[in-house]
């Protein structure tokens, strides 16, 4: 099974999947591709930092489970290739469930949200992105947040992260269930 987290910048994406993942073996975390730079509070293994030229030579190659462009940077999931008895996590953007849901209508998208967008602000300061990337993020969020709901995504809001992640976990208990 694909389980996809998304949602806008700041949500809390990357620690409620990092704990999915110490909690349940079974689950096997994808590690997306970017040609951003690394933030400065960020694990050098958050993404497989690449420049442009190599990207655009994986999308041409096929290599990609999905791709976009957001905010200027391009940033892609390439085919998963877990064990067989896991299911892949994907934490990418709403752009890229959309296309993982073209591919594979069974996968389960569960979109993370904050409790407000003063606390999606205050969260992306203090990781340091910079106040005008994250206007953009702010602005942008709100669009992620209809897509989701045409997808169809479940949806999570991120307040308390033992809470969050015991949702997110029961979301996934309850689609293996049914597979």
């Known amino acids: 099974m694909i389980i996809v987290i998304s949602g806008p910048g700041g949500v809390g994406k990357g620690t409620v999947v990092a704990r999915l993942v110490v909690d349940d073996p079974r689950l096997w975390l994808s590690r997306s591709w ?19 030229p190599t990207f655009e030579r ?6 990609f489970l999905e ?16 064990a067989a008895d896991q299911d892949v996590v994907l934490e990418i953007d709403v752009q890229g469930a959309e296309q993982v849901k073209q591919r594979d209508p069974g996968a ?3 979109f993370v949200d904050a409790p407000s967008r003063r606390i999606q602000r205050d969260r992306l300061l203090g990781r340091g992105d910079p106040p005008a990337l994250v206007d953009e993020r702010i602005e942008t969020a709100e669009r992620e947040v ?13 307040d308390d992260l033992p809470t969050a992640v015991a ?10 269930s049914h597979s």
């Open 34 to 52: 970017t040609t951003r730079e690394p933030r400065p509070s960020e694990p050098a293994d958050a993404y497989v930092f690449v420049d442009r």
């Open 58 to 63: 994986n999308i041409a190659a096929d290599g």
């Open 67 to 82: 791709h976009a462009e957001f905010l200027g940077q391009l940033y892609g999931t390439p085919f998963p290739y877990p």
């Open 108 to 110: 389960l998208l569960i």
């Open 146 to 158: 209809a897509r989701a709901r045409q997808l169809g995504a479940a949806f999570v809001v991120n």
């Open 167 to 176: 949702d997110i976990r029961a979301l996934i208990d309850e689609a293996r």
